[in-house]
């Protein structure tokens, strides 16, 4: 599932998947995304934050404030990547 936040940030939800599963879907769009921003010729970077929970989350918005701290990691340390974290 995913969905528009706000602005340039999106969320995808990944249920019922192993952490190195969600690592590939995620590596896979992100580079599907950067090539599109290449062969555009458009100087967008794409920064994202992966949070993998062994049990669901307490709610939503822990998800989301766990993987918008990834992120702005990520763009803290060079923009352009995806942060991967593991919450149990």
Known sequence: ????????????????TEPEEARTTA?????AL???MRLGSWPVT??????A???PPVSI?????EAGAAMYG????????IA???CL
Do not use: I
């Open 61 to 65: 918005d822990t998800a989301l404030k």
């Open 46 to 51: 794409v920064s994202a934050g992966l949070v």
């Open 84 to 86: 991967y974290r593991r």
């Open 74 to 81: 990520q763009k803290t340390n060079g923009k352009n990547g």
């Open 34 to 36: 950067s090539e599109k």
């Open 1 to 16: 599932m995913a969905a528009r936040l706000g602005g340039g940030e999106f969320a995808v939800l990944l249920p019922d």
């Open 27 to 31: 590596s896979r769009l992100f580079d």
């Open 53 to 55: 929970y062994s049990e």
